[in-house]
């Protein structure tokens, strides 16, 4: 019996997705909920699994194509069980072997094996030739699904590009999540009064409290503490203070948020992923580095689900972990504002009349001029600073 592979509902407002890479071919044995394909929406990359057993009978949206919510895009022939390996009988000159007998004179014997015809388009069809012709190297492509194989037209273009030699280009098509990522900056750009405004962090305090803790916070929570936890606390206390920054326009009205919804970007598979902390207020710090450092995992193996990345009420996002010096992030629409974190370096300060050397971090807020001025944005970024260099003051909330 053929069984239908169609798009399932994967979040609201989501209506179509694009067919990603098959992981299996027509003819292979798929088991009863193994990953057949994965597809993507503007929010997520999610696997579609068989419903049951059986063998891929078809394949009827190749990788690259749109598919609407509820269309059918292959068929699996169900038979509920994986196909049993039956063994071979044993040869004659096994079971002989087995069997002791009487030794015989060994008489001589030929074997005539048929040659090989030479299949000159054959063995060029293995070969993908690039500037070897020219006195280049022979390169070999790895063999791919049938449902991937490109086209060929893209084949000969493929060809033609690589005899130029050092000189390649590679036209890859963007993902729908890549897509959606660069159509919301672009319309954050384009409907925001986007501003930004910087302060600096000094991290002795937190990199102290990390030192001093980290064994036994580990000895009973299984995970390091690790500055994004201390940042998130901050904010929520900062947001407290500073409501605009935690409110979106909707039409003429600003809706202020009573609860806190912390998004935390994420360098995912196939690009940046916002995945969110509901409810971050009620969390601890162990519970918000173990739900970062499972989102993050999740994220790198694009096993996010399309719930988690949405909504949100405001966002933070660590470009320190790459590196980052200093930028100006983007706010994610409909909030109005994001923080930017940086990384850390070792900078001479002035403290108290005396230059001594300290970790510091640069961190930016861009928001929405629209519903947030100059004096609440600079309020906010100056709490940041106070409650990171004074951690304290997140436990007692003052």
Known sequence: MAIELKIPQIGESITEVEIGEWLKREGDFVAKDENVVMIESEKTTVGLSAPDAGKISKILKRKGEVARVGEVIGLVESNGAAPVETKKPKRTAELHAAVPSEPKPQLPTTTTEPKAIPQPVAKAAEKEFSSSDIGGRLRKERPQHSADLPSPEAKLQSATRQYVAGREEENVPMTLLRRTVAKHLVEAQQTMAMLTTFNEIDLAAVIALRKEFTEKFVEKFGVKPGFMSFFVKATIEALKLVPQVNAEIRGNNIVYHNYFDIGVAIGGGKGLVVPVLRNAERMSFAEIEIAIGDLAKRAKENK???????????????????????????????????????????????????????????????????????????????????????????????
């Open 304 to 398: 996010l689900k399309p719930d988690e990345l949405q909504g949100g009420t405001f966002t933070i996002s660590n470009g320190g972990v790459y590196g980052s010096l200093l930028s100006t992030p983007i706010v994610n629409p409909p909030q109005s504002g994001i923080l930017g974190m940086h990384t850390i370096q070792e900078r001479p300060v002035a403290i108290e009349g005396q230059v001594v050397i300290r970790p510091m971090m640069y961190v930016a807020l861009s928001y929405d001029h629209r519903i947030v001025d100059g004096r609440e944005a600079v309020t906010f970024l100056k709490a940041i600073k106070e409650y990171i260099e004074k951690p304290a003051r997140i436990l007692l909330e003052v």
